[in-house]
């Protein structure tokens, strides 16, 4: 199967602080790699597209000065929360896109940001 | 924008019962994911289907890509307490970008 892993898969921090999450391809190579929010007994909602060496592609309304992504290679993608408020506590989670042709997305764990 | 209507939100059915949930849409998709997610975990990919009318199975699982591209069923029999859990479809828009539209999701509880 296609494995992608988090990390961290909980972070709690303080107002004003920033917070990185990693998303890896544990078995496959991703050119490309999606990040999610996802709120209680909400769906997901798509933030970014996250292309390896080239610059990420955001969905209209999130911030990209806020939302930092950093695709450095073909198995890991970062997402930085800058200057986290309470509002961006929320469930995190990344995708992987395995077969490009096939449009099958893979996705890790999830990562729970609790800003306080 | 784009849309997935996913029926019903919810359901509460008896161990051993089949489930049935649908996914509709204004747009014409490429391509129908299923993915079923539990408590603090991210999205399982179940099924995925690619053509219109393809009908593909996994176990007890069951899900149709329709005939117009715009619609996409997933059935579940003889249901099992581990099935608990929300279900979600999802669209690709656009092969280009792989980008997914993901249903409202239907939570599934199964009573033993």
């Known amino acids: 199967g296609a494995v992608v892993s988090q990390h961290p898969s909980w972070v709690i921090c303080k107002s004003g602080t920033s917070v990185k999450i990693e998303c890896r391809s544990l078995?496959?190579?991703?050119?490309?790699m999606f990040w999610y929010r996802q709120f209680p007994k909400q769906s997901l909602m798509l933030m970014a597209t996250s292309n390896e060496g080239s610059k990420a592609t955001y969905e209209q309304g999130v911030e990209k000065d806020k939302f930092l992504i950093n695709h450095a290679s073909l198995t890991l993608s970062t997402l930085t929360v800058t200057s986290a408020h309470p509002e961006d506590s929320s469930f995190y989670i990344c995708?992987?896109?395995?077969?490009?042709?096939?449009?099958?997305?893979?996705f890790g764990p999830g990562t729970r940001l609790t800003v306080l | 924008g784009q849309q997935l209507n996913q029926s019903p939100q919810s359901m509460f059915i008896q161990e051993g019962e089949d489930v049935s949930m649908n996914c509709t849409s204004s747009s014409i998709f490429n391509t129908w994911l299923w993915y079923k997610q539990e408590p603090g975990e991210g999205p399982v990919l179940l099924i995925a289907l690619y053509k219109a009318g393809e009908l593909t199975s996994n176990g007890r699982l069951t899900a149709q890509f329709g005939i117009t591209r715009k619609d996409s069923f997933l059935n579940i029999s003889a249901s099992i307490p581990s099935d608990v859990g929300i279900y979600f479809c999802?669209?690709?828009?656009?092969?280009?970008?792989?980008?997914?539209?993901f249903g409202q999701g239907t939570t599934l509880q199964v009573k033993p």
């Open positions: 078995d496959f190579q991703a050119t490309t």
């Open positions: 999802a669209g690709v828009l656009s092969s280009n970008t792989g980008k997914l539209i």
């Open positions: 995708s992987g896109l395995r077969d490009s042709q096939y449009n099958e997305q893979f």
